[in-house]
């Protein structure tokens, strides 16, 4: 357009000069104009001149219109005034050599795009015109999908809400646009943090639960050793206790003493075969709760004090139970006594035994202090005590030999402060 401007600049300077003018400057620039086309009308469209014109339009009227026609369509002509109320138009388009290299560079950078499209790696790119309504070229996705305008849309969409459509601006006015989005391989990056995170918690997890077994069967390589060592220890006084047994049986000649004395001597063996058995695998068998329960219990019953109450209930008839006596006893025999303890030696103690969608169950309820909502899990913990003198072992101890020893359960079924607790005991049938 500054060429042709600068061409009527000069056409108007050579119409407005007098004589006196020197037209060398000014002829030249009108002559050497030699490749931009040009037609000059008046104001009817009437043609004055032209110049640089392809021959086959020359001399047609209709033809030498259609290229104004096509010139208007390309550039506003350009007004020339002459006089104040006379104006000629001049009507002009790119020059073929131009238009050649613009087409050329157009295709050049048609080509560069589809290749870098088409070399996208993994990275999912479709390359559409001005409107977005047709695929010029794509790369790593479903082209299914470009036959149908609606999916088009909607994956254009997708793309454009992950990133930005990048504009290419080809020429004045068109525009073409590339769409994109995020690779496999990023897009899997993106979680890599996430996992890294987990798979590190994992192995924490992992790490403490190795710990947490190994305190734990060091525990209970400190609980068997305890245990054998006790049942060594009271092995020596019992044999001796035996012996005097004995020798009183012959020199005191009272049956009812040495019945009693019978009988602690019994229990004195059957707590050393319990510490025995402590770090062993218990023979289970299949027992008659029936039978079983007033047998653990009768010797407690006997040498409490005479302001406890002691029932034994069977909610269901002929209730077996997988256990070993002697270390069930011992369970029994803890739970018993906490309840005299938390009574103070007065209230009552009441055993039931029964089948339950679990299996059989044994209920020791009792009407002591009672245990607060918060302590319900803690009270089986080792040290965890409400006397003043004592361990706080014997709960701990009933649940190891319950759970490890036979694959049972106990907690506390019920409790409440002022009235009392519940401990229930399920077992394998």
Do not use: C
């Amino acid at each position: 357009r500054k060429k042709v401007e600068l061409w009527v600049e000069a056409i108007k300077r050579l119409a407005q000069t007098d004589v006196s003018t020197d037209f060398t400057l000014l002829s030249r620039i009108v002559q050497d104009n030699t490749t931009v086309p040009v037609i000059l009308t008046d104001e009817n469209r009437k043609i004055i001149a032209h110049r640089n014109l392809d021959s086959t339009v020359l001399g047609n009227e209709s033809l030498m219109q259609a290229e104004i026609d096509r010139m208007l369509s390309m550039y506003e002509p350009i007004e020339i005034k002459y006089y104040a109320d006379q104006k000629n138009y001049l009507y002009y388009r790119d020059s073929k050599l131009f238009s050649e290299l613009q087409k050329t560079l157009l295709d050049l950078q048609k080509s560069f795009i589809s290749e870098v499209v088409k070399n996208s790696a993994s990275v999912p790119v479709v390359y559409t015109n001005q409107e977005k309504t047709e695929v010029l070229q794509f790369g790593n996705v479903d082209s299914s999908e470009f036959d149908q305008p609606e999916l088009l849309r909607q994956m254009l969409a997708d793309m454009a809400e992950e990133n930005e459509p990048l504009e290419v601006q080809l020429q004045a006015g068109q525009s073409n646009y590339i769409f994109y989005q995020d690779s496999w391989m990023l897009t899997q990056l993106k979680y890599f943090p996430y996992v890294q995170v987990i798979v590190v918690g994992l192995f924490m997890i992992i790490a403490y639960l190795l710990f947490s077994t190994a305190r734990k069967a060091e525990q209970n390589q400190v609980w068997v050793g305890m245990a054998k060592e006790t049942a060594h220890q009271l092995g020596t006084p019992l044999s001796s206790l035996m012996a005097w047994r004995e020798l009183a049986r012959d020199e005191l000649k009272n049956e009812t003493l040495m019945n009693e004395l019978e009988k602690d001597i019994q229990r004195f063996e059957t707590i050393t075969e319990r510490f025995s058995k402590i770090g062993s695998k218990p023979k289970l068998e299949s027992v008659s709760l029936d039978a079983y329960i007033p047998e653990a219990t009768s010797y407690l019953i006997n040498r409490s004090p005479k302001n406890v109450e002691f029932s034994i209930e069977a909610k269901d008839k002929k209730v077996s139970a997988l256990l070993s006596k002697p270390l069930f006893e011992w369970v029994l025999e803890n739970l018993v006594k906490n309840a005299i303890d938390s009574m103070e030696g007065k209230g009552s103690i009441s055993v039931q035994y029964g089948l339950d969608k679990e299996g059989p169950y044994i209920d020791v309820r009792d009407s002591g202090k009672g245990i607060a909502v918060n302590k319900r899990k803690t009270v089986f913990e080792p040290g965890y005590t409400s006397k003043k003198r004592g361990w706080g072992l014997g709960l701990s101890l009933s649940k190891r030999i319950v759970e490890q020893y036979h694959r049972g359960k106990i907690f506390v079924k019920s409790s409440k402060l002022g009235e009392g607790t519940t401990f229930r005991i399920i077992l394998k049938a």
